[in-house]
């Protein structure tokens, strides 16, 4: 690296990574009226080339299992692109134990080109959980706050759901629910026994035109990316409107290294990595936005040091990379002989479940805090590489009878995947490793990982759930769980999720928080967190409609104060 | 599907990215526009095979197996699935091909399937005088019936390793079959194409 080369543009806000937050910080702040430069660290994406929508398994010469077999591991070759467990070059490490999972999409639009597309509200105890049972931390902000702004990201990029009225599930501003699969329906059947409720799904997908973009054509395949942009993501729906506003940069291949500080203590722009030539080079702008995921921003910020900010930038309170949390999950899967019976049909729909359980026992004294909710799948899904692993795992013999067998158990497994709510602990957080670099020289993060009694607690109770509502309807439970061990009852590793949020929490208190109610961070006023960054707590609720909500109340706040000259 | 001669001439001439882009601007626009993403996943696979059929490769050169153990392959993916009265068996659905693919690029299966067929080979040379692909089917039929079901291991010890292979290799045919159209008809899976609206469950058994 021979050269520094500095851009002589000063840009408004520099915005990091092109996501959920980001791209909506990138389009409110453009729209707005300001210049941004928006950093990304991986390829532009091209949906007609890259999205693989439509394919069989036999139009891939690997089936969708990848070179080797080896996509499987990172949900298989038709995923829309970049996303990975490992990134070549760019490792992160696991204290001993912890075997944290990152999962990172190195492409503009990041893990919305793929994400599950649901789409769920926190609800007004979810801010003030401290205050209900003691534990943890509460927002400074409330629901009420929020919700306008949850009014905002629904009516824009478009959510189906129903109108409940269930104090864990607030509704929202819904296009119409698509109608449940027949999978979806023996369950709910179950579930009325139960009395547990099953309800419309919220998801990402538009049932109806809006804004421009056309509504689903049910092919079922939304984690491909679609190439009608009938779902949300960043890359199709945030930001091309930044673009045409003519004052977005858009900046792939730029791997953000160290945000820059002036002598006045304030940000003063960003060094990157341009991963195309391997040189640094450095953008001015007069505020900065962090959104390139919650344990990349506070691997930026902890790499940020100063003699002004010796441990980080925004880190006076010593708390940012603290209070990671991913969800609890914990699966399992039924046989329902039942479905057996049903003719060919076509099951597809949209990508993701129709029918879903949301948190149902919030009125009740259980032996763990907080909730979880259950997601459905399986059915008459596409046939694909591992669909009949569990049957063989079990099969004896060959011939006639396998083949009849898988053709009878064809469409009868229904699975269910629990995500519930993690709380915050001492044990769990991302620092800098002391020792290793990756190939662009800067240090990488280090996790560490525990999951408590809290939430092994949780994982039982979704197994027991599991199995109930399974037999409820004369089916047949699959799922064996240890009940020792590193992972009892079926949890997952921490991480697995996906939906890793906290490591930069906002409050009110300097001392124990990173940033405050609008995502601004306490110690240094020009600097942002809008990804998952800032949550306080990580609900049952999938944290990307927050993330948003978030971003875009974060964004208008930057714009008066950019208004007002307080930047 | 009664598609027309100068439907099939539109196809030929247009790519994949124009078929994608003529679901948006049909569903948007409405009725008349509605046929063409009722048409569009089907053409789209037909660019694809057509693109896989001007490839000169007309018969599989197997990448790692070699041709000894590769023609062992085929006989036990087909002993595996075998054609029936629904459709065609596993090495016409093109497993052995997916199978050897996979295994050209990944050194635990080099060892699993590669190991397993020279493990099989060892045994057949040892009870038969002849490697399996010489046996008599009787004896191959023989080999099978111990190897296929895990518990013959309580008996014999010996036949663990043998298990162990036979149970990947099941689990593998049945990824390359039922990957394949084949299979995928066996199954009789209805989807992979553009609705207007979803219908919802046919009727719910009892």
Redo the contacts between chains.
């Keep these: 690296m021979t050269q520094v080369i500095r851009s002589p543009k000063m840009y408004d806000v520099c915005v990091i990574g092109s996501g959920a937050g980001g791209g909506m910080a990138a389009k409110v702040l453009t729209e707005g009226g300001l210049t941004v430069a928006l950093l990304e660290a991986g390829d532009p994406v091209n949906?007609?080339?890259d999205y693989k929508?439509?394919?069989?398994?036999?139009?891939l010469?690997?089936?969708?299992?990848g070179?080797?077999?080896?996509a499987a591991e990172n949900f298989g070759e038709f995923l829309a692109p970049n996303g990975a467990w490992k990134i070549d070059g760019e490792p992160y490490t696991s204290a001993p134990g912890a075997n944290f999972q990152w999962f990172r999409s190195r492409i503009v639009g990041g893990r919305t080109n793929h994400w599950g597309r649901i789409a769920l509200r926190y609800s007004p105890i979810d801010f003030r959980s401290r205050t209900r049972d003691g534990i943890g931390e509460d927002w400074p902000i409330r629901y009420e706050d929020v919700a306008p702004y949850y009014d905002k990201v629904e009516s824009y990029i478009g959510v189906f759901g129903s109108k409940e009225n269930l104090s864990s599930a607030p509704d929202g501003v819904f296009l119409p629910p698509?109608?449940?699969?027949?999978t979806e329906?023996?369950v709910k059947?179950a579930c009325d026994r139960l009395n547990i409720p099953c309800i419309p799904a919220r998801l990402a997908i538009l049932t109806k035109?809006l804004n421009?973009r056309?509504?689903?054509?049910?092919?079922?395949?939304c984690d491909r990316g679609c190439?009608?942009?009938?779902n949300f993501s960043s890359s199709q729906v945030l930001i091309p409107p930044a673009l045409q506003t003519g004052k977005l940069t858009l900046i792939p291949h730029a791997m953000a290294r160290e945000i820059r500080v002036g002598a006045d203590g304030k940000a003063s722009g960003v060094s990157y990595i341009d991963k195309t030539t391997l040189t640094e080079k450095r953008i001015s702008a007069r505020a900065v936005v962090l959104a390139a995921s919650a344990c990349e921003s506070a691997r930026l910020l902890l790499n940020s040091k100063s003699r002004l900010f010796p441990d980080g930038l925004a880190n006076s309170s010593g708390q940012v990379g603290r209070n990671l949390t991913d969800s609890v999950g914990s699966d399992g899967e039924g046989y329902f002989p039942?479905?057996e019976?049903?003719?060919?049909?076509?099951?597809?729909?949209?990508g993701g479940m129709h029918l879903y359980i949301p948190w149902w026992k919030y009125a009740r004294q259980n032996d763990f805090p907080r909730g979880y909710h259950i997601e459905l799948g399986g059915g008459?899904?596409?046939?694909?590489?591992?669909?009949?692993?569990d049957?063989?795992?079990e099969?004896?013999?060959?011939?006639?009878s396998?083949?009849?067998t898988?053709?009878k158990r064809?469409?009868t497994t229904i699975t269910f995947s629990g995500r519930g709510e993690m709380v915050p602990n001492p044990d769990t957080l991302c620092e800098i490793d002391p020792e290793v670099v990756d190939q662009f020289g800067i240090p990488v993060l280090r996790f560490q990982f525990k999951w408590s009694e809290y939430e092994l607690r949780q994982a039982k109770d979704m197994q027991e759930t599991f199995r109930a509502i399974v037999e409820a309807v004369g089916g047949r439970y699959l799922t064996r769980t240890q009940t020792d061990g590193p992972y009892p009852f079926g949890i997952q590793p921490g991480g697995k999720i996906i939906h890793e949020v906290g490591t930069a929490r906002m409050g009110a208190d300097p001392k124990t928080s990173v940033v405050n109610g609008y995502c601004q961070s306490h110690d240094v006023k020009n600097v942002f967190v809008a990804d998952g960054g800032p949550l306080v707590t990580n609900p049952d609720k999938n944290p990307t409609l927050t993330i948003m909500a978030l971003s875009w109340r974060a964004s208008e706040y930057l714009l008066d104060e950019a208004k007002k000259g307080n930047l | 599907m009664g598609e027309s001669k100068s439907e099939a001439k539109i196809a030929r001439s247009i790519s994949?990215?124009d078929v994608?882009?003529n679901?948006?601007v049909?569903?948007?626009a409405g009725s008349l526009l509605q046929m063409i993403?009722a048409k569009?996943?089907e053409l789209?696979?037909e660019m694809?095979?057509k693109e896989k059929a001007a490839s000169p490769a007309g018969k599989y050169a197997p990448k790692f197996f070699p041709a000894h153990q590769y023609q062992t392959l085929l006989l036990l993916c087909d002993?595996?699935?075998?054609k029936?009265e629904?459709?065609g068996g596993a090495v016409e659905a093109?497993a052995p091909e997916?199978i050897d693919?996979?295994t050209s690029?990944?050194e635990e299966?080099q060892s699993i399937l590669g190991g397993g067929l020279m493990w099989l080979d060892n045994f057949c040379t040892d009870r038969y005088e002849h490697p399996f692909l010489s046996c008599a089917l009787e004896q191959q039929k023989e080999v099978?019936d111990l190897i296929?079901?895990?518990?013959n291991a309580d008996n014999d010890a010996t036949l663990s390793q043998g298990i162990a292979f036979?149970?990947k290799l099941?689990?593998m045919t049945?990824?390359?079959f039922?990957?394949?159209?084949i299979?995928?008809e066996?199954?009789?899976?209805?989807?992979?194409?553009?609705?207007?609206?979803?219908?919802?469950?046919?009727a719910?058994?009892?």
């Design positions: 949906p007609d080339k929508m439509f394919l069989w398994p036999y139009d010469a690997h089936r969708g299992v070179v080797g077999g080896r698509p109608k449940p699969r027949c329906l023996v059947k035109p421009g056309p509504s689903c054509h049910y092919c079922g395949q190439g009608t942009a009938s039942q479905m019976k049903m003719p060919p049909h076509n099951h597809d729909g949209t008459r899904e596409m046939p694909g590489a591992g669909m009949f692993d049957l063989c795992g099969f004896e013999g060959y011939g006639a396998l083949k009849a898988c053709r064809y469409g | 994949r990215r994608l882009r679901i948006a049909g569903a948007a993403p569009a996943a789209a696979h694809i095979q002993a595996i699935l075998p029936d629904v459709s093109g997916f693919l996979l690029e990944n299966y099978l296929a079901y895990r518990k036979f149970a099941r689990s049945c990824d390359g039922y990957t394949s159209k299979g995928t066996d199954l009789k899976y209805i989807g992979n194409t553009a609705l207007a609206t979803f219908p919802g469950c046919p719910l058994p009892e």
